[in-house]
């Protein structure tokens, strides 16, 4: 059973900035941040992989920077420019990579993560 920390979240005025920052009891390949607003679905923020690749949701591209620390376990979501859309619990998910022909991927979808922290509530105020 892996566990996941996540902290760092808060509140923030429109074009702020937080850290958030994921510890995880053991090394997993796949780590991703989600997050899921008031009667929304959930939605992925971003995924890297242990080896380094990363995948963005459009919505934080070019504001939201995802990173590891394998040496850690740690995972982290820098947000700058925050806008009162991204108010929402931001959690921390890992999970199994599966093999797509010879490249060794992670899921997208949060229901593709086996483990998940019990999250980190972000509030931006416009």
């Known amino acids: 059973q892996v566990q996941l920390v996540e902290s760092g979240g808060g509140s923030v005025q429109s074009g702020g900035s937080l850290r958030l920052s994921c510890i995880a009891s053991?090394?997993?390949?796949?780590m991703g941040w989600f997050r899921q607003a008031p009667g929304k679905e959930p939605e992925g923020v971003g995924i890297q992989t242990y080896s380094g690749r990363t995948t963005s949701a459009d919505s934080v591209k070019g504001r939201f920077t995802i990173s590891r620390d394998n040496d850690k376990n740690t995972l982290y979501l820098q947000m700058n420019n925050l806008r009162p859309e991204d108010t929402a619990m931001y959690y921390c998910a890992a999970g199994d990579s599966y093999w797509s022909g010879p490249s060794r991927r992670c899921g997208a979808a949060p229901y593709e993560y086996k483990y998940r922290g019990q999250g980190t509530q972000v509030t931006v105020a416009s």
């Open positions: 053991e090394l997993v390949y796949c």
